[in-house]
């Protein structure tokens, strides 16, 4: 049903859109499904995005690239390696076959996330398909542009609620010059002091760990920075696919048997004492947790440190994504209703009232 | 076309007891300091585009949050519109007053809150100054990164309303790159927190639809900002070019090489000459273009990047390059930069300032246009670039008092933004639409996309109180401004699609 060329099929898609609005059929988004456990399940006439595929433009001299929403994520990351170049944000993938609109439409960021930005930071524009039933353009391929609301950046991470990305165009970088990784040993609580006493240092730490017994470090710059942050931080040396099995979830810690729980925290929050096992990612602004506990009771505790929880184990709860003030959510409700008047996007994929 | 709000073509505005409405801001807040008469209303009648004005009817100038929410709960009982204004640096006339509506001036709001360094980061209120809140986090070695050149005066709530820039974006991101969380108040005086003290926040990304949303959405009450730690070492180096085209190259090639510079600036002869004039920075006033690029982070590899850097600058054709030799010359070398506004504002006695991105590559067509469209309308045009980022400040110089040059110089200014538009780029890349770039929005989006923006303005304001006639252009004045482009002849661009 999907071909492995590249191919404008935006036609087909506002087609697909156009019926379900006749009809007010509820459309669920998908592409290659890799991250359909987040979320609340939602029933609804699938609309597969991966026909709409291939890279539109990549300059790296101009540092963005404009890919269609169903190419998949390891072509566009592949693209980007040969030309020495990445996405900062180092977006999970968590299947093979994930898709450029998926990342976009989840909004998930890798281990440099608290160093380099977020996948919403990169967004420079967005192609998509509206609830009136029309294929628009926001943004555009320039870095700075500030005519009009910033729909491209508001459709990173909305779970396609709000329309059905078609294309994106991203910031990207060159690689640093120099990576190195290291693991030093030290309790959670040590680490969590001493990476916010780093943090206030111009230090070339681009990704921070601590997975319940050592600190793992990755140091990213010019040659000069990263030997100097090594002589003086110590340590012994770690392969760097700890940073894709981290990030893909694929540690030992993520399989044990318990359900999955993301904290944002806060980096600089102290340890919290919860039932179950955690791993400290972002700096400590990322936390995993595996642990039976009460969403109500993680959501308050969270909550009191100032950050939020989502449950990571499909339909473990109704609300995986922390519920919303009230307030927040009638604007939330009101901003839906008008770019989906009739619902069809997604609905209930974020919030029950969405 | 006028660019003063029109009640023809962007909506009626209600009609407003301004008697009544004084009488009722009296009884419900005494110690709230209202102006009214017209000698007191005049300093507010413009923001930084000093070209257009209007009275406000009332000018409020609260002091705490609870007299913000007051005001705009009564103004939303009693229909009233509202336009927010911070420090009135604004280059888009974002913050021009309505005369059928309150001027709410947040400027008083210049509290720092709350500096943590260990958060590494800043909570303060709306009025503070954007350089205010570097200087205050210097003790702890951090500041706050995005540094629009009007820095020394404009206010973090503006900042956000407008997702202000500066001359370190392509390193350090935009505001809305900077910015933790904020508090708003809604058009009926509700309090929402957008973001949070972590690194996300839970449902829709509000914060970054806020950010750059011109006062449209909400009043921003307070603002938490992220802290950087200070770069060990900066570098600025010097480079001079016989072509535009060159210097246009070498940019492109310095990104290649894998650098991505704290800062990469771009002049012309016309805007090197007049900062050189004005500062002595030391420039080589033959050049055709220079380039200034500063290079920062720890010592070691800045140390790297300049040898590295000058190199390309030197396999580019640069006839010469000169690293700035002590701190002192590096000041020196920006503040060239940094004034070179006011020193093109010197060769005449009006200047009118744009603000186009262009995708990179484009620059040498883009600036042989601007000559050609310079020679036609008999106006000269000085050009600086944030080259890094592809964001245009064409200065166009005129004399408001020749009869017809303001108007000129206003045409010209909207076909550079067309011809922004045309080869991919956008009309704004940091002073924002305001008032100013009204009509170029009907060049930038169709009538759907702007069908869309009014619904997102709808589902905060549905009865347009906050700020009406700013960012977003009503269908009416984008048929009447296509049509008024057709009645002049050719339309400038027949390819763009237009309706």
């Given amino acids: 049903m999907h071909g492995t060329a590249d191919l404008d099929d935006s036609g087909a898609l506002l087609e697909q859109v156009n019926g379900a609005l006749e009809n007010a059929t509820p459309l669920r988004i998908q592409g290659a499904n890799s991250k359909a ?94 609830g009136l039933g029309k294929h628009l353009r926001f943004g555009g391929e320039v870095m700075k542009n500030v005519a009009g609301y910033d729909v491209s950046r508001l459709m990173a991470g909305s779970y396609g609620t709000l329309g059905l990305i078609t294309e994106v165009s991203l910031k990207v970088l060159p690689k640093p010059r120099k990576t190195l990784s290291i693991s030093l040993d030290m309790n959670s609580e040590r680490a969590l002091q001493s990476l916010s006493q780093w943090g206030q240092q111009p230090l070339p730490i681009s990704a921070a760990c601590h997975d319940g017994e050592r600190l793992h470090l990755r ?100 609300s995986p994504f922390q519920p919303l003030p009230v307030a927040l959510m009638r604007y939330h409700r009101s901003l839906k209703q008008q770019l989906d008047p009739r619902g069809i996007f997604n609905p209930g994929r974020l919030y029950a009232e969405l | 076309m006028n660019i003063l709000y029109d ?53 409020v100038l609260p002091r705490d949050i609870a007299q913000v929410q007051g005001v ?32 709410l001036v947040m400027a008083r709001f210049n509290q720092i809150l709350h500096i943590d360094p260990a958060a590494r980061t800043a909570r303060v209120q709306p009025g503070v100054r954007n350089l205010a809140i570097s200087q205050a986090a210097a003790q702890f070695g951090l500041y706050y990164a995005p540094d629009p050149s009007s820095q020394i005066a404009c206010s973090i709530g503006g900042n956000v309303a407008e997702n202000a820039g500066g001359v370190h974006c392509l390193k350090y991101g935009l505001t809305v790159h900077n910015v933790l969380k904020v508090d708003i108040l809604t058009v009926d005086g509700e309090c929402l927190t957008l973001g949070s003290n972590a ?39 010097l480079a ?92 020196r070398f920006w503040a060239g930069r940094k004034n070179a506004f006011p020193a093109v504002g010197r060769l005449s006695p009006d200047y009118y300032c744009m603000d186009g991105t262009i995708p990179r590559r484009e620059l040498p067509g883009v600036l042989k246009a601007i000559a050609g469209l310079s020679t036609e309308y008999g106006l000269r045009v000085a050009n600086v670039f944030h080259a890094g980022d592809g964001n245009m400040h064409p200065l166009i110089l005129f004399d408001a008092n020749t009869p017809g040059e303001l108007e ?92």
């Fill in chain 2, 199 to 237: 690194l996300d926040s839970p449902g829709l990304d509000l914060l970054a639809l806020f950010t750059g949303s011109e006062g449209m959405l909400g009043v921003i009450t307070e603002v938490t900002v992220k802290l950087l730690p200070k770069p060990q070492s900066a570098k600025v180096l």
């Fill in chain 2, 7 to 59: 009640e023809r073509v962007d909506g009626v505005l209600p009609d407003v007891d301004k008697a009544g409405l004084l009488q009722a801001l009296h009884t419900q807040w005494p110690d709230l300091e209202v102006l009214h008469q017209q000698e007191e209303l005049k300093p507010y009648e413009c923001d930084g585009l000093s070209a257009y004005r209007t009275t406000p009817m009332l000018v």
């Fill in chain 1, 219 to 318: 140091l990213e710059g010019g040659e000069g920075s990263v030997a100097a942050a090594r002589d003086r931080l110590g340590g012994e040396p770690l392969d760097s696919a700890f940073w894709a099995d981290l990030n893909e979830h694929h540690l030992p810690f993520f399989d044990e048997d318990q359900p999955l729980w993301r904290l944002s925290l806060p980096h600089n929050t102290p340890k919290l004492s919860l039932p179950g096992r955690q791993l400290i990612d972002w700096g400590g602004a990322q936390r995993w947790l595996k642990s039976d506990a009460e969403a109500s009771f993680l959501r308050q505790v969270v909550d009191e440190a100032g950050g939020h929880v989502t449950s990571y184990s499909h339909g473990l709860t109704d």
């Fill in chain 2, 408 to 499: 000129r110089a206003e045409t010209l200014g909207g076909k550079i933004l067309e011809l922004c538009v045309k080869v991919g780029g956008s009309i704004t890349g940091e002073h924002g639409v305001g008032r100013e770039k009204i009509n170029q929005m009907c060049a930038q989006f169709n009538s759907d996309e702007l069908t869309l923006f009014h619904g997102i303005k709808a589902a905060f304001d549905p009865g347009g109180l906050l700020n009406p006639g700013k960012n977003i252009p009503t269908l009416h004045r984008c048929a009447e401004f296509g049509a008024m482009h057709v009645h002049a002849g050719q339309l400038p661009f027949p390819d763009l699609e237009r309706f």
């Fill in chain 1, 37 to 130: 456990f987040l979320g609340r399940i939602v029933a609804g006439e699938i609309v597969d995005t991966r026909s709409h595929r291939g890279i539109v433009s990549y300059d790296p001299t101009e540092l963005v690239i404009t890919a269609r929403c169903g190419t998949p994520l390891a072509e566009l990351l592949q693209v980007l390696d040969a030309a020495q170049q990445m996405l900062p944000c180092e977006p999970p993938a968590f299947a093979d076959d994930a898709t450029v609109g998926g990342m976009i439409a989840c909004g998930l960021s890798g281990p440099r996330r608290p160093w380099s930005g977020s996948v919403r930071d990169y967004v420079l524009g967005t192609r998509v398909i509206t």
């Fill in chain 2, 240 to 331: 001079a070019f016989d072509s535009v085209e060159k210097a246009g190259r070498a940019v492109g090639e310095i990104i290649a090489a894998g650098i991505i510079p704290g800062g990469l600036e771009m002049m012309d002869n016309l805007a090197i000459r007049a900062a050189e004039d004005f500062i002595h920075a030391g420039y080589p006033v033959d050049a055709e273009a220079i380039l200034l690029c500063e290079l920062d982070g720890v010592e070691a590899d800045v140390h790297d990047d300049c040898t590295r850097v000058r190199q390309v600058l030197e396999q580019a054709g640069a006839t010469e390059v000169r690293l700035a030799k002590d701190e002192a010359e590096r000041v």
């Fill in chain 2, 72 to 103: 705009l709960k009564l103004c939303h009982e009693r229909q009233v519109p509202v336009v927010a204004r911070g420090a009135g640096t604004g280059l888009s006339g974002g913050a021009l007053p309505l005369e059928k509506g309150v001027l």
